[in-house]
């Protein structure tokens, strides 16, 4: 077999080779060019999406802008129109990449904001701008700071490569590389880039996603706060509350209304969780009691009402949620209080006065929708004038302190009798309480309590 030439068996030209046909085609070999620079580009096969530019802008009007979608987009910014050329015929050919040329360094930043380059090819040494100033030019502008560069130079001086690196470069490649080579740097750097945008695009938009959630939370969160009755005195009864939800949407609901002149209820619910889930069933459920919608239910027995919730509102029917409660009606002739409860903290009733031992009203009712056709036992309690009712939620006293410690149920009672400082309100003496053993101003679960003062 005859043995064929290193030019026969590699029949890509050598960078010698490139200079050599180049400076002919662009008339630098000291003679006239051999056809003007557009005959040129289509005898080297030029496609559309390339484009050149010398010194000024030539771009290609039906070249895409985005980026993302247009594939690899070069820019190369040297002042030899031979590198210029060299590059551009490497690449043509090359599905997927556009490339563009400028000779100018003074206006690469003007034709890179407008070709869009997904990386950049630059020389290190040219007239009127220095390769490494131009570098931390780009890198100075917003526009341009994740852009990758490839450096070209003649030097292969560790030191410069060193401070190519540091002012900002990505690459460093001595010019001119093999083909293969430069389209893999290409190719690698750019698709780096394109990720990076893709990357934050869809950052902005769900971004932009979560905003229009938050903005709809905030308002679902401000129609479910109106639904709460506003602090008021009703017949003998001074009302007050304080909620405070651990997210957006809270899964806590409460009111108080006057049944009829000489009947007044009271009543708090926790829907397990957070969010538009439980807050839809909150707002479901506390709807059926203050418009004391349940179908053949007598609002003044507390029982009766938690049996008609537990019938309407049964588990495997609201996506496997349920609810506790407390339930309490007050006669205001006799001064007795009927309760139930259903799953729920016992409420407190605390003795005139203050600073003794409150009145624990418990019920050992069963959660709410969990088992159907139960019935819930009423207690009964008399109410000293001057006494007051604190209804609550767990996450008023289920608080853990900084290094995961619960704080004990029993300090959560002694802060509620030990009577607040003058001109502060009990609640909100419980609120800094909480906030300062958790050492933070939010709660991990919805806050909700209600006060009744009995004149």
């Not at 290190?124 to 852009?147: H, K, Q, S, T, Y």
């Not at 690459?171 to 690698?188: F, M, S, T």
């Not at 002694?414 to 609640?427: D, K």
Request: aromatic content about 8%; hydrophobic content about 45%; overall charge negative.
């Amino acid at each position: 077999m005859q043995a064929r030439s290193a030019s026969e068996r590699n029949p890509r030209p050598s960078l010698y080779g490139y200079q050599h046909s180049l400076a002919c085609a662009v008339g630098l070999d000291g003679g006239e060019p051999a056809r003007r620079h557009d005959q040129d580009d289509q005898a080297c096969g030029t496609i559309p999406p390339f484009s050149v530019v010398v010194g000024r802008l030539a771009v290609d009007p039906a070249a895409p802008k985005n980026p993302i979608s247009r594939g690899t987009t070069v820019l190369l910014v040297d002042d030899q129109p031979i590198i210029g050329e060299a590059v551009r015929r490497m690449l043509a050919g090359e599905d997927g990449i556009a490339f563009h040329f400028c000779r100018d360094p003074t206006i690469a930043l003007e034709v890179a904001a407008t070709v869009e380059p997904t990386v950049i090819l630059q020389d290190l040494v040219m007239p009127n701008i220095e390769g490494l100033e131009l570098v931390r030019r780009f890198r100075a502008d917003e526009r341009f700071r994740d852009v990758p560069i490839i450096v070209l130079s003649t030097k292969e001086e560790a030191a410069v490569k060193a401070e190519a690196f540091a002012v900002g470069a990505n690459d460093y490649v001595v010019k001119l590389p093999d083909r293969l080579e430069l389209l893999a740097r290409l190719r690698y750097h750019s698709r780096g880039y394109i990720a990076l945008l893709e990357r934050n695009e869809a950052f902005l938009a769900l971004q932009a996603s979560r905003e229009v959630l938050a903005n709809d939370l905030a308002t679902a969160a401000q129609y479910v706060r109106s639904l709460l009755p506003p602090p008021q005195r009703i017949g003998p009864i001074t009302a007050d509350w304080r909620f405070i939800p651990s997210a957006a949407l809270g899964g806590d609901a409460f009111g108080y209304h006057s049944l009829d002149d000489d009947h007044i209820a009271v009543y708090l619910l926790d829907v397990c969780g957070h969010g538009v889930g439980a807050a839809l069933l909150s707002v479901s459920a506390l709807n059926s009691i203050r418009s004391e919608a349940l179908p053949q239910t007598d609002f003044h027995d507390p029982g009766s009402v938690l049996a008609a919730l537990n019938k309407a509102f049964p588990m495997e029917r609201q996506n496997d949620m349920f609810f506790t409660i407390w339930y309490g009606v007050y006669r205001v002739a006799s001064r007795t209080l009927r309760w139930a409860g259903g799953g729920h903290p016992a409420a407190l009733l605390l003795p005139p006065g203050g600073g003794s031992q409150p009145t624990f009203l418990e019920s050992d009712g069963p959660l709410i929708g969990a088992v159907e056709g139960l019935e819930f036992a009423s207690g009964e309690a008399t109410v000293p004038a001057g006494s007051s009712l604190l209804v609550y939620s767990d996450g008023a006293f289920e608080v853990s302190y900084p290094d995961g410690a619960m704080w004990p149920f029993a300090d959560f009672v002694t802060t509620l009798t030990t009577p607040p400082a003058e001109s502060v309100r009990r609640l909100d003496a419980l609120v800094a309480r909480i906030r300062t053993i958790s050492a933070r101003d939010d709660f991990n679960d919805d806050f909700s309590m209600v006060e009744l003062e009995f004149s």
